[in-house]
């Protein structure tokens, strides 16, 4: 299972950080994502962390403004916001994807999912 927190109200060019506890897997063996769904819109890949050597990957939209890491010796993994902009204004999700190194952009491809937490971003 994964357990996000962290999100809530930030004014434009603010930060967040939010988190996300897993347990009930082995947490260091999966890459683990973070996906957002704004209002009206599709679930959008925003980036990615592998479980062995820790390269990331980050969608276009946030690069430069966002970074994720992890604590595997916490079970939990963080998304540093940064720069925020009123179009980050969105529900966040956590996921993990059990293969260790594979940086997915793809829904399917995660094998677990936290609940979501709310990031809104004023103007």
């Known amino acids: 299972q994964l357990q996000a927190s962290g999100g809530g109200l930030a004014q434009a060019g603010g930060s967040l950080r939010l988190s996300c506890k897993a347990s009930?897997?082995?947490?260091?063996?999966?890459?683990i994502g973070w996906f957002r769904q704004a209002p009206g819109k599709e679930r959008d890949f925003i980036a990615a962390?592998?479980?062995?050597?820790?390269?990331?990957r980050y969608a276009d939209s946030v690069k430069g403004r966002f970074t994720i890491s992890r604590d595997n010796a916490k079970n939990t993994m963080y998304l540093e916001m940064n720069s925020l902009k009123p179009e980050d204004t969105a529900v966040y999700y956590c996921?993990?994807?059990?293969?260790?190194?594979?940086?997915?952009?793809?829904?399917?491809?995660?094998?677990?999912w936290g609940q979501g937490t709310q990031v809104t971003v004023s103007s």
């Open positions: 962390i592998s479980g062995s050597d820790a390269s990331t």
């Open positions: 996921a993990a994807d059990r293969t260790t190194v594979r940086l997915t952009i793809l829904e399917r491809n995660y094998d677990y």
């Open positions: 009930g897997f082995t947490f260091h063996d999966y890459a």
